[in-house]
């Protein structure tokens, strides 16, 4: 070392300024700091972790859980650089895992490792969406039903799915306080009680755009929380009265309902079947649902003429056959009647 070199004052090795060394520095400050104990809140219902944002889902694994809670116990001097920190873990019980730590890092030029141990404590509480939802907690209630008719037994299954579907985007997309109560059968048709008023909205929308119809609002007032009023709201769903597979008289013809969209409806042309798609507006006429037509026995077929027999009265009938269908004898065609006229669906 030249005589004209820094020293450090404490040992006598060489210094950039004559300050204590980076060794003598290292050797005079705790440069981590590592926790005993560290403790990981999770819901024993549904599984989320609770952390200092709040209740989150989380499926990740659990020693990826208890790794990242064993470094998050260690604090750093604030000038350490590279830091790897290592983890084994050691199982003990279902809520009790020991984890030793290997530190490195380097401080003030000096390369440095430690280790320490400490405890990871798992503890279960119940989450804001489960105490809500074990509370039956709703917001609102979204009301199916269809006008001038009941709903039918199709319309509420596939609301119900809807509803499902909307609720599993909504928590997906970090909405948890947005869930299904629950499903509630009546004689005119079906209440889904929501958690918040946002499912409420979005279920919907979603089965009015899906399968047709309108919705409203209705708030009830409930109460203040902290000078804000708190509402409950009944979504009406009111479906429309032609539904999927109901049978028109529509355009000097007749048709078959395929699907509602918006203001508009689909119907498939039972003379040329052809799908036409027209407003809502349009004048039609009721006639049955294919649910409600007959089963008969092509028993022959004569140029364009269908002999038919019903399976019930063994009478027979001709009918005109239909260009778009092909049905061979001993085929079945379903019927149904609008006064005098036989259509075939």
């Known amino acids: 070392m ?3 070199d820094a020293i450090c004052p404490k040992c006598g090795g060489p210094s950039k300024d004559g300050s204590l060394c980076g060794k003598c520095l290292t050797g005079e400050i705790p440069w981590f700091v590592c926790e005993p104990r560290v ?35 260690v604090k750093l001097h604030q000038d350490v650089k590279k830091p790897n920190i290592l983890v084994k873990l050691d199982h003990l019980s279902i809520n009790r895992t020991y984890a030793d730590l290997e530190i490195n890092g380097t401080l003030y030029d000096e ?14 509480e119940s989450c ?4 809500r939802q074990h509370g039956n907690y709703y ?4 009301q199916i039903r269809a006008e001038g008719r009941k709903a039918t037994v ?11 579907q909307v609720e599993t985007e909504m928590q997906n997309d970090g909405e948890r306080l947005s869930f299904i109560t629950r499903f509630d059968e009546g004689r005119e048709g079906l209440d889904i009680v929501v958690g918040s008023q946002a499912i409420g909205e979005q279920i919907s929308r979603e089965i009015t755009r899906r399968i047709g119809g309108r919705f409203s609002l209705h708030p009830t007032l409930i109460g203040e929380k902290n000078g804000q009023k708190l509402y409950r709201i009944t979504y009406a769903v009111r479906l429309p009265k032609l539904q999927r597979g109901d049978v028109i008289a529509v355009r000097n013809t007749y048709g078959e309902i395929l699907n509602r969209e918006g203001k508009t409806f689909t119907y498939l042309d039972l003379k040329t079947g052809i799908p036409r798609t027209v407003p809502e507006s ?18 022959y077929q004569d140029s364009g003429i269908l002999g038919i027999l019903d399976p019930e009265t063994g009478k027979t009938e001709e009918i005109s056959r239909v260009s778009w269908r092909h049905p061979e004898v001993g085929d079945s065609v379903k019927i149904l009647r609008d006064n005098e006229r036989t259509i075939v669906v």
């Open 2 to 4: 030249d005589l004209h």
């Open 139 to 142: 917001e609102g209630v979204v």
């Open 282 to 299: 349009t004048q039609s006429r009721f006639v049955a649902n294919v649910r409600d037509a007959a089963v008969f026995s092509v028993i």
């Open 111 to 124: 390369e440095l490792k430690g280790y320490c141990s400490l405890e990871v404590v798992w503890q279960n």
């Open 39 to 73: 403790f990981i809140v999770r819901c024993g219902g549904c599984g989320s972790l609770k952390t200092s944002a709040g209740w989150g889902d989380c499926t990740r694994e659990r020693e990826d859980l208890e790794e990242d809670a064993a470094i998050s116990a």
């Open 154 to 164: 199709e319309e509420q299954e596939e609301s119900q799915r809807i509803a499902v």
């Open 128 to 131: 804001d969406r489960c105490n």
